[in-house]
């Protein structure tokens, strides 16, 4: 289970949602999968966001920018970036290579000081693995 | 006539094939050129939406179709926004 799907099972039940935009293909033809081009029209590059979330079992939401690449290039162009926002709308926190681990840091506090869940159960830092045979 | 990818391979002239071989190899151009352009967008992106600020408001649809409007949760969620893809 890819680490994203990990966070998103974790904070379920703590208002955390997820989001993946599916931006380009950066090794197109390479990496085990011969297969991929680069993207033609928006339907090639919609199907190739199906294809993503069949081969890594993603099940929190992959939004597909248009061929423009507006929202990406908006966001700063970056193959692999984060960005956690917190419950003001405000950034909180963002990274130039997406790191799991420190993203689950940052939403574990933000979440534990959070009053609407006083009530519940204080989350800890996890660490993530992946599973055998899901490629990241 | 020497056919046209002998000529990319082997340029003719000992100066003329030194210099020809920079820009008719335009695999390593294309590359150097696009590290330069992604170098720009690393040194752009701490400026981008800093922490503290405001993140902004876009609409995309996913794969299923339906919209996603950044704005509907913005305020209400903690939001993760990343990137995914096949390769």
């Known amino acids: 289970m890819p680490f994203y799907e990990q966070i998103q099972k974790k904070y379920a039940d703590r208002d955390v949602a997820v989001f993946n935009i599916y931006v380009r293909e950066p090794h197109a033809g ?92 204080k989350l800890e830092h996890a660490i993530f693995t992946a599973q055998a045979g899901t490629q990241i | 006539m020497r056919p046209a990818n002998e000529f990319l391979r082997k340029p003719p002239g000992p100066l003329f094939g030194f210099w020809s071989w920079r820009y008719l190899n335009l695999v390593k151009t294309i590359k150097l050129v696009t590290s330069k352009r992604v170098k720009s967008f690393y040194e752009k992106f701490p400026s981008i939406f800093p922490p503290g600020e405001r993140f902004p408001d876009f609409a995309l649809k996913d794969i299923h179709g339906k919209t996603h409007r950044m704005s509907d949760y913005l305020g209400k969620k903690y939001l993760v926004i990343t990137t995914g893809a096949i390769t």
């Open chain 1, 30 to 121: 390479e990496r085990g999968f011969p297969g991929i081009r680069n993207h033609e029209t928006y339907e090639h590059k919609l199907g190739y966001a199906r294809d993503l979330a069949r081969i890594k079992k993603m099940e929190a939401a992959i939004l597909v920018d248009e061929m423009d690449q507006k929202v990406h290039g908006m966001l700063g162009n970056l193959p692999n970036f984060v960005y956690v926002i917190g419950k003001d709308g405000r950034v909180v926190y963002k990274a130039t290579w997406s790191n799991a681990e420190t993203v689950d840091e940052y939403l574990a506090d933000l979440v534990n000081k959070d009053p609407a869940f006083a009530g519940k159960p």
